[in-house]
């Protein structure tokens, strides 16, 4: 059974860090692109940042550039994500997502989904 788990998140107030994780099981993601999608309450899921299948590419939605980072260790089958600087409006449910490609662009639809971990940031 394909699994993506997500933990690491919580309530952090305004301007701190967290760092998510994603431990896949039940096959290999180390051939496929990765992600983190963010929904809040009252709105669409969003796509936050991806990475390519051997780390070598990133994207980011423009409102978490510089302040976010996305990273992967195949060995450990695991997605990471640094969040700093954290603003109340990053607060949402983070899940993460693969993709059966390759390229960082390729998460935008991704094929796996993880159940999410919340994170709540107070002002």
């Known amino acids: 059974q394909v699994q993506l788990v997500e933990s690491g998140g919580g309530l952090v107030e305004a301007g701190g860090s967290l760092r998510l994780s994603c431990l896949t099981s039940?096959?290999?993601?180390?051939?496929?692109?990765m992600g983190w999608f963010r929904q809040a309450p009252g709105k669409e899921r969003e796509f936050v940042a991806g990475i390519a299948w051997n780390g070598g590419d990133t994207w980011y939605r423009d409102s978490v550039k510089g302040r976010f980072t996305i990273s992967r260790t195949n060995a450990k089958n695991t997605v990471y994500l640094q969040m700093n600087a954290l603003k109340p409006e990053d607060t949402a449910v983070y899940y993460c997502?693969?993709?059966?490609?390759?390229?960082?662009?390729?998460?935008?639809?991704?094929?796996?989904w993880g159940q999410g971990t919340q994170v709540t940031v107070s002002s």
């Open positions: 997502a693969a993709a059966n490609a390759l390229r960082a662009v390729a998460v935008a639809a991704p094929d796996y």
């Open positions: 039940g096959r290999s993601f180390s051939r496929n692109a």
